[in-house]
């Protein structure tokens, strides 16, 4: 975790930034020599989003799929869990999800990391140098795929790559992460760390909770809306967020109901999934 923040501080201080109609020049497939080569050994840290198209895609239930294909590192300087990606056993380390000929057997629901690559990207809040949202091209030694001269710009990059749905849910994401109150030295108890983790990662716990405990009795949700996330994961995810905006920090996003608001003071409700 150390190396990749001194990573993202030498990027966002050192490397030339780009606007949406910059231009670089990049190709990736099996024609070029270095093919896969970028889906070993590498540290790829997984959005909500991320998870959600990717058990979709592998069709497993979202306990499942975090269970088998991540690890959470943990740091005493973290506030918050993220997980990553866990490559297989072979001297290679390679990720689960390549095929040797073929490339990514997930593509369609590739992570970010690998969608945008080799394009990044950098956002207002991030560190105290960044002030606006740029790009930077990550340029690594074994990738060949820069001495091709199929020209894009920044824009036409990220469209040809589906990031609009991603980029979507990343801005959600940072409403949390980069939240005000981490900045005023915030600390979560445990209890609200799982919050997080269920509501944002682990859907299928997450909807089990809302419809399978008291949730509903002491919260009010639209029926409309209730049969949105009861029927469909990314909008139960768009839910999660504006759980975890009130439950974690106290943005008046979930209307209680009167009945249930002398209980609500002072608890913290846990996503146990049971009739509490």
Known sequence: ?????????????????????????????????????????????LTPYDVLRMRKALNLDSTTFLSKYTIVPI????????????????????????????????????????????????????????????????????????????????????????????????????????????AAGKDLAPQQIDMYWTALYDLDKFRRFIFESSFLKRFEVDDDELDRIKNDDEELLRFGFKWILFSLFGEKRIKVKPEAEKWIKGKDVKPTGKND
């Open 75 to 182: 740091e005493k300087s973290q506030k918050l869990p993220v997980p990553l990606m866990k490559m297989d056993d072979s001297e290679r380390k390679q990720c689960h999800f390549v095929d040797n000929e073929k490339g990514c057997t997930i593509y369609g629901d590739r992570p970010w990391p690998c969608r945008i690559y080799p394009v990044g990207s950098a956002s207002p809040g991030e560190t105290e140098v960044t002030q606006e949202q740029f790009y930077f091209l990550m340029e690594e030694e074994h990738c060949k795929g820069h001495e091709y001269s199929t020209e894009w710009t920044i824009e036409e990059w990220l469209k040809d790559q589906g990031t609009e749905p991603y980029a979507e849910f990343g801005e959600l994401f940072k409403r949390v992460t980069l939240n005000p109150g981490f």
């Open 1 to 45: 975790m150390k190396e990749l923040e001194n990573l993202k501080e030498k990027i966002l201080k050192e490397y030339p930034r780009f606007g949406l109609q910059d231009k670089f020049c990049f190709e990736c497939g099996p024609h070029v020599s270095c093919f896969n080569e970028c889906c070993s050994d590498v540290n790829i840290f």
